[in-house]
């Protein structure tokens, strides 16, 4: 993956949007919105749903978009902000009504949208297909946080046809939200997100459907590990239907790959319930696999990966301690790259996962016991 380059006179960089124009005004199109005011953009909303435009104007989103469209005319940019099948429909009303000079949307399926635009004939000089990696459980505008793309992957997939004013405009909104720009084909990202994405999802939902109908006597023994397999399940079925059907084959693929190691797992246990010993190899080298695929995932930021070590800290469930937990940290001069928490409700305290470079374990865990922290490493 690298960041695009559009071409351009030398030195210049993307081109932050001045104005722009944001169709659907759910968490994505709402938080895109939020995080282009806050670099000063002139933002103006439009939804099919006129409730949902208003609740996010209201909440600092922009303001409401004129019938007659943009006043003073186009914005640089228009947000597609829809489920993939209504993209290509929407970017050509869009572009009939010359909201804006550029146009990307946000769907997280890249191949149909743009099939849909090349059908009905829409401008593809003006039209950057994008998919910005990031979300959460919660929709609708009043979950919608303008810091929700920091750090956080942006796809971008120029087309041939694009001009340089469009790929740098593009370009600009995703770094004006606080993404990192990314360049693939539209085949490559429905690949890849079919494997990052909407596969774990299935197999979340799969897992949480085995709580449905489980004694509460058992949930009540849930920890934290059920809770990382199973929360992304939580995200709302008729958004997810409308994804899976846009990339049915690609995700159909990797659960089907996911199935047959499962299906052979279960065979595996079986035989060690019956008796046969021998079967342990084949968990072991599944968990083995397992272990190594979560080594490649990227470190912090997207970036590469990279070696911190971690420092349990045992912490009280009480306002303020996460802060003193840091200003120790700070105090020695230790940056904690990443943070975990386990803590199950009702608990006194909860044990904090502190990741650092491993030079820095030993001062930290030091820092940390001498503030009376309980430490282990």
Same mark, same amino acid.
């Given at each position: 993956? @690298?960041?695009?380059?559009?071409?351009? +006179?030398?030195?210049?960089?993307?081109?932050?949007?001045?104005?722009?124009?944001?169709?659907?005004?759910?968490?994505?199109? @709402?938080?895109?919105?939020?995080?282009?005011?806050?670099?000063?953009?002139?933002?103006?909303?439009?939804?099919? %749903?006129? #409730? #949902?435009?208003?609740?996010?104007?209201?909440?600092?989103?922009?303001?409401?978009?004129?019938?007659?469209?943009?006043? /003073?005319?186009?914005?640089?940019?228009?947000?597609?902000?829809?489920?993939?099948?209504?993209?290509?429909?929407?970017?050509?009303?869009?572009?009939?009504?010359?909201?804006?000079?550029?146009?990307? %949307?946000?769907?997280?399926?890249?191949? =149909?949208?743009?099939?849909?635009?090349?059908?009905?004939?829409? %401008?593809?000089?003006?039209?950057?297909?994008?998919?910005?990696? +990031? /979300?959460?459980?919660? +929709?609708?505008?009043?979950?919608?946080?303008?810091?929700?793309?920091?750090?956080?992957?942006?796809?971008?997939?120029?087309?041939?046809?694009?001009? %340089?004013?469009?790929?740098?405009?593009?370009?600009?909104?995703?770094?004006?939200?606080?993404?990192?720009?990314?360049?693939?084909? @539209?085949?490559?990202?429905?690949?890849?997100?079919?494997?990052?994405?909407?596969?774990?999802?299935?197999?979340?939902?799969?897992?949480?459907?085995?709580?449905? =109908?489980?004694?509460?006597?058992?949930?009540?023994? *849930?920890?934290?590990?059920?809770?990382?397999?199973?929360?992304?399940?939580?995200?709302?079925?008729?958004?997810?239907?409308?994804?899976?059907?846009?990339?049915?084959?690609?995700?159909?693929?990797?659960?089907?790959?996911?199935?047959?190691?499962?299906?052979?797992?279960?065979?595996?246990?079986?035989?060690?319930?019956?008796?046969?010993?021998?079967?342990?190899?084949?968990?072991?080298?599944?968990?083995?696999?397992?272990?190594?695929?979560?080594?490649?995932?990227?470190?912090?930021?997207?970036?590469?990966?990279?070696?911190?070590?971690?420092?349990?800290?045992?912490?009280?469930?009480?306002?303020?301690?996460?802060?003193?937990?840091?200003?120790?940290? /700070?105090?020695?001069?230790?940056?904690?790259?990443?943070? @975990?928490?386990?803590?199950?409700?009702? =608990?006194?305290?909860?044990? *904090?996962?502190?990741?650092?470079?491993?030079?820095?374990?030993?001062?930290?865990?030091?820092?940390?016991?001498?503030?009376?922290?309980?430490?282990?490493?």
């Amino acid at each position: 993956m @690298t960041v695009p380059a559009p071409a351009g +006179s030398p030195g210049t960089g993307p081109a932050q949007p001045v104005s722009a124009v944001v169709v659907g005004t759910g968490l994505i199109g @709402t938080s895109i919105a939020l995080a282009l005011r806050d670099r000063g953009v002139s933002v103006w909303l439009a939804d099919r %749903d006129p #409730a #949902a435009s208003r609740l996010a104007a209201d909440l600092g989103a922009g303001q409401l978009l004129p019938a007659d469209g943009v006043p /003073g005319g186009p914005a640089d940019v228009a947000v597609l902000a829809m489920p993939p099948a209504a993209v290509a429909s929407e970017l050509q009303a869009a572009q009939s009504r010359r909201l804006a000079r550029c146009y990307t %949307d946000v769907a997280s399926v890249k191949e =149909l949208p743009l099939a849909g635009a090349r059908a009905l004939r829409c %401008d593809l000089t003006s039209y950057v297909p994008g998919h910005p990696l +990031s /979300g959460r459980e919660r +929709s609708g505008p009043a979950a919608a946080k303008a810091d929700l793309f920091v750090g956080r992957p942006w796809v971008l997939c120029p087309q041939p046809e694009n001009d %340089d004013r469009t790929l740098l405009l593009v370009t600009g909104l995703a770094r004006a939200c606080g993404a990192v720009p990314v360049s693939a084909t @539209t085949a490559e990202h429905d690949q890849w997100v079919a494997l990052v994405s909407h596969a774990p999802h299935v197999v979340a939902a799969a897992m949480a459907a085995r709580l449905e =109908l489980a004694p509460a006597s058992a949930l009540a023994l *849930a920890g934290q590990g059920l809770r990382d397999v199973t929360r992304i399940a939580a995200s709302g079925a008729e958004m997810w239907l409308q994804i899976l059907t846009a990339n049915a084959g690609p995700a159909g693929a990797v659960l089907r790959a996911v199935a047959t190691d499962l299906a052979g797992a279960a065979d595996a246990l079986d035989c060690l319930a019956a008796g046969g010993e021998q079967a342990a190899q084949h968990i072991a080298g599944l968990l083995e696999r397992g272990s190594a695929g979560v080594g490649r995932l990227p470190g912090k930021h997207g970036g590469p990966a990279r070696g911190f070590a971690p420092v349990q800290v045992v912490i009280p469930d009480q306002p303020g301690e996460l802060a003193r937990l840091f200003q120790v940290a /700070g105090a020695a001069g230790i940056n904690i790259e990443d943070i @975990t928490i386990e803590h199950s409700p009702g =608990l006194p305290v909860g044990v *904090a996962e502190l990741w650092v470079r491993p030079e820095g374990v030993t001062a930290l865990s030091e820092a940390l016991a001498a503030s009376g922290w309980p430490v282990r490493r």
